[in-house]
């Protein structure tokens, strides 16, 4: 059989037209994510998340999303977000005529999403809610403990010169009663280290932990926590339900020089009332990571400024007010938990699988 001839220019080209299809075809397939509102301290684990998924494009910006900065996603199959802003209509907008519905937050909080755009728009949301309960439980209980033993007071005093004692005399937090509202992954945590301190536990939450209740924690309702609580902690969601859950009624139920500590939503307290059990010594003390008007100020320089917010100001400048910008969460392993399983969740949206933590749009 005689041998054929070889034309190697043809070769070349069918191999390189192979070749070719072969790579568009590839990337025809390649999922692609796109993040937004990135920080530093964020930008490792992306890195992380990406080097253990070569098969997915990942990019990512430093900007918010907004109906302006939606446009930075286009080509992409899925967002992972997190923002104080609200995700407005327009914004949700903007991002489906990307094509883009598959959106994983990497928070807990879903309040500030327009679900009924959502929902018309077809998205698929999930959040991370559990990504380290101890992170908010400890800034809490810290901050509790401190708010006893007055340290602010102390730490004002020391830099002064002043080093006497009185009258700046604490309380052990042994010797309170510790009233948690919320008995979630947050609230038992906080429940354990307050225990820890030796001090008496006691539990409000509608939906009961059938192992909690076994043990006796909870009472009947909420009048009843605020009636023996030296200190009351906030471990629950901002719904409809919630708002302003702690007002001048509440506060009126509760034992005089109570401690009230929000590491948790700040639309649960009214914060003028706050101020007015502040000011009438009704409230011994009040610890706030969350505050309602938070949008735009927390995570921002004020130095050098003028301060925004007449009404923080004034607590901020309260000695027995501990402020902190919505930070109870902000530990090395909490911020690593939320970014890789907020990509993980992504990832399993766009390929069409079922996400670990969806979240219910309606």
Known sequence: MAEMDVNPELVKKIVKQVLA?????DSANTK???AFSIRKDEVPYVKEWAENHPEVEVEYTDELLTPKTAAKAKG????????????TPETLQALADEGITKMSLRNVGVDNIDMAKAKELGFEITNVPVYSPNAIAEHAAI???RILRQTKVLDKKIANGDLRWAPTIGREVRDQTIGVIGTGHIGRVYMQIMEGFGAKVIAYDPFENPELKKQGYYVDSLDDLYAQADVISLHVPATKENFHMIDKDAIAKMKDNVVIVNCSRGALVDTDAVIEGLDSGKIFGFVMDTYEDEVGIFNEDWRGKEFPDKRLKDLIDRSNVLVTPHTAFYTTHAVRNMVLNAFDNNLELINGEEADTPVKVN
């Open 21 to 25: 299809q072969s790579t568009s075809k």
């Open 143 to 145: 901050q509790t403990a």
């Open 76 to 87: 992409a199959d899925g967002v992972v977000v997190y923002q104080q802003l609200d995700y």
């Open 32 to 34: 692609k994510i796109f």
